[in-house]
């Protein structure tokens, strides 16, 4: 419990530790085992209209001196409760707008199946486009995808996991991507493979914690002439030494 | 733009175009397909345009972004007509200049210029030792069309064979002239065009397809993706002509999504033929109908087969089925449909339009016509090949190809992808035809050719086209799946120093029961990179087996570097350049690695300047004792030392 106060929480709110230490008494005084119940009875009582409208400002609260003045205990429970429901009221703002969001990303993927015609047989062109406009297929837009075109989400998902350009997570916002054709096999890419992931501490096919890269192998990108290659979001970079890697990598954010 | 309803309308629409052109116009050509793009063309372009508008030669000079011209090593490439000057790695920095020296005087600016033997500068494209040993019929209109301009295609004589096939020929002229002309499929298999179409025509069932494969998977190889890219309106054109022979009234071009430049070039050259009635219901006023679909590809080297083509652009996993009834009697949807590569499609044109006699007096006996390779790995001149069938590999690698870099041995050269196999040195005779190349082990495939040097290790080649294969096969048949997995696993034991005796042997063992046994093309032809290899360089195999060493010294585990202490010079770069700090020394002192911390990345071989050449590769050998710490090193002669 003592530790808890340092934490300067109460049930999930931020208080100050001053509040946490009232709160701590509070709970004390009203002989009350669980933080909980400390806030019903508080809430109960500012329901019953027992305390006065506006309660006052907060007032530092004197440390160890209990018992405390009861108009004071109940005017720290009305703030608490305040703040309670104005977090309350912003928790559904926020749930509000991440919903609003979702019917917008939804939105949009109800405008990719239209582009197709809601073709059950586009199902792949379909979800490039998804995969394009997020860089990742999310589990929302596949159930998604699935409601629309009424296909199974299982079969969707033997897609997903089929090809290669598909990914179930998130990508980083920076692609890098290093040639294994043959000729940059022959060339050296091996090795370069290995600085990249050196120097990117992420395997191939993985993506930074931070989500700012992603690397990956690519088989022949058709410029042979410049091998071994890395493509680092589109720009091409012939056999880069470590400095220039270093720089490369640098270069993004 | 009105549409085209008649051949006579196409005519006129062409010589429209070409009335408005005068040919004498300076037009500057930027290759910008995909390998000068990554060099960088588009800023080439853009420095054109605006020194171009700067030095007020707006209306006196055309410029022209084209497809790929095929020399990729020397990218970008710019090309000024009339006078076909050629200027090789262009970078924005010299725009100025050529704009300067060409554009306003009129001369050439020699240092960009094709340095020949002798020092001898070329300026024309054409005469490049690179360029003058090939026949570029397909490819070659590559570097004068602006793939997003039709105008462009048509002005070089564009859609005539359509023209001349809707006005005057019936599909079965149209397919005995295929059938004449011994065209056979540029995608691998090899497997004569025009039986194929007859195929599909004949059989039962509407509406029959006509479909475009350009899933080119062979990593190494992106001629179809030039070809796609930077002249889309040629496969088309063979397209349409293939649909009306076959009777398809739908067609599909399955393009890989890794491809983003040929998806987009040709959906603008679909719009385009639209527009000009060249696609769509009733073209050019004959009563034929067609029009085509792009389907892009997510990434499957599989589905690249044939039958698992088809059912991917069907929207489902794109997996191969046993074959019992050919694709081209049942394919998508259970119709008729006919699958094609896009250089297969391409070529259709050309022999329509100059003829199949033409066009079988090109090549060999089994094997008419040209075939496009990507000639790369380790060869001086990069790029797209366009070659009579016919030609030996020694014409390919060495004319062409300007042979080995770097003063190094050539050791084998790798054709037809994954599929296909290695051709040693003994063998660099052989003529590049379908059935030459399938009786020394290899095959065409889709024509990537990869040159390899006595730097390169046979096992690993092997290892790294199973290694492709172990993951790219659907997984749906056993023999594939696991022999390909089991084969995998004994090279990796075998590079790793870990061979067994009998492990040749046992590979050969699973390697039949592989090729036999496989559902499709993928496990059937899985087993040439190894069996050509242990054909061909089954000493290098037992070399690694018995003796634990890598000739070519790449297998990490059976190599490793060494300082020559007669040879280091104490430059410090090895030293510097260890990511692991495994190299010991200093300012004057001979530098020693380290063998405990050494993790064989390569740095040191590759930093040590050539002149000392004092890192050296060791294989099969033990490492010798290193010198004492702090021995002072041994000045070279003439070295600037004390």
Known sequence: MAKRKTKSTFIGLKVTSEQAETLAHLQKALNSPTKTEVLLRGLELLASSALPPTPPPAQPTPRAAPPLATSLELSQIEAEARHYLDTLEQTKNRSEEVMKQMVQELAKIDQTVDKYHGDRNCLIQILLDVQRENRWLPRDALMWVSEKLDIPLSQIYHIATFYKAFSLVPQGRHSVAVCTGTACHVRGAPRLLEKVTDTLKVRPGETSSDLRFSLSTVNCLGCCALGPVMVVDDEYHSNPSTEEMEKIFSACE | ?642
């Not at chain 2, 037009?27 to 910008?32: D, E, K, L």
């Open chain 2, 1 to 642: 733009m009105p549409r085209l309803k008649s051949a006579a309308d196409l005519e006129a629409r062409r010589q429209e175009i070409l009335a408005r052109r005068d040919p004498d116009k300076p037009c500057v050509t930027i290759c910008s397909g995909t390998g000068c793009h990554a060099y960088g063309s588009e800023k080439v372009a853009q420095a054109f345009a605006a020194e171009i508008n700067k030095n007020g030669l707006k209306e006196k000079v055309d410029i022209r972004r084209t497809g790929c011209h095929g020399y990729c090593e020397r990218g970008t490439i710019v090309v000024i007509f009339p006078r076909e000057i050629c200027y090789l790695r262009v970078k924005p920095e010299d725009v100025p200049e050529i704009i300067e020296t060409t554009l306003v005087k009129g001369e050439v600016v020699e240092r960009l210029l094709y340095e020949g033997e002798d020092a001898q500068r070329i300026i024309h494209e054409g005469d490049i030792p690179f360029y003058k040993h090939q026949s570029r019929i397909v490819f070659g209109p590559n570097r004068f069309i602006d793939p997003k301009s039709i105008d462009d295609y048509l002005a070089r004589g564009g859609y005539a064979a359509l023209a001349k096939v809707l006005s005057g020929m019936t599909p079965e002229a149209v397919l005995n002239e295929v059938n004449k002309a011994k065209l056979r499929g540029r995608g691998g298999g090899g497997f004569p065009a025009g039986i194929k179409w007859e195929t599909t025509r004949n059989a039962p069932g509407e509406p029959k397809y006509v479909i475009v494969n350009a899933d080119e998977g062979d990593p190494g190889a992106y001629m179809d993706r030039s070809l796609l890219e930077g002249n889309p309106h040629s496969v088309l054109e063979g397209l349409t002509i293939g649909a009306y022979a076959i009777g398809a009234s739908q067609g599909f071009v399955y393009v890989r999504q890794e491809y983003p430049l040929a998806v987009e070039n040709l959906n603008a050259a679909l719009a385009q033929a639209r527009e000009y009635g060249l696609l769509g219901k009733n073209i050019l006023g004959s009563g034929f109908d067609f029009d085509v679909t792009v389907h892009r590809g997510a990434g499957a080297f599989v589905s690249g087969e044939s039958s698992a083509l088809m059912t991917a652009i069907e929207g489902r996993v794109g997996e191969p089925r046993p074959k019992y009834i050919r694709t081209a009697v049942s394919g998508l949807w259970g119709k008729p449909s006919n699958l094609n590569n896009v250089e297969t499609w391409a070529t259709v044109p050309l022999i329509i339009d100059k003829g199949a006699e033409w066009f079988s007096g090109i090549g060999t006996k089994g094997s008419k016509g040209t075939k496009i390779f990507s000639l790369v790995g380790k060869v001086a001149n990069t790029g797209l090949v366009e070659v009579p069938m016919g030609m030996t590999l020694r014409e390919i690698i060495y004319d062409i190809g300007g042979g080995i870099p770097k003063g190094k041995k050539f050791k084998a050269v790798q054709t037809g992808g994954p599929s296909g196999g290695v051709i040693p040195e003994s063998l660099i005779d052989t003529p590049v035809d379908f059935d030459e190349l399938t009786k020394v082990g290899s095959m065409m495939g889709s024509g990537g050719m990869i040159v390899m040097d006595e730097d390169n290790c046979m096992v690993d080649v092997a290892r790294y086209f199973l290694n492709f294969l172990a993951e790219e096969s659907c997984g749906q048949c056993v023999p594939c799946r696991e022999g390909i997995y089991q084969m995998l696993k004994i090279l990796n034991r075998i590079c790793a120093g870990e061979g067994r005796s009998g492990d040749i042997e046992l590979l050969e063992e699973i390697a039949e029961v592989v090729r036999d046994a496989s559902l499709c093309a993928l496990g059937a032809t899985a087993p040439n990179p190894v069996l050509s290899t242990i054909k061909y360089f089954r000493d290098e195999y037992r070399a690694h087996v018995e003796e634990k060493r890598c000739p070519a010294g790449v297998c990490k585990e059976l190599i490793s570097y060494y300082i020559d202490p007669e040879k280091c010079q104490a430059c410090l770069l090895c030293l510097r350049n260890c990511p692991v700090e495994a190299i010991s020394g200093g300012k004057g002192l001979i530098h020693v690695i380290d063998q405990g911390k050494c993790t064989k990345c390569g740095a040191c071989f590759e930093v040590c300047p050539s002149r000392f050449e004092a890192v050296v590769k060791l294989s099969g050998v033990p490492v010798p004792e290193p010198v004492a710490a702090g021995t002072e090193v041994k000045r070279k002669r003439g070295g600037k030392s004390e």
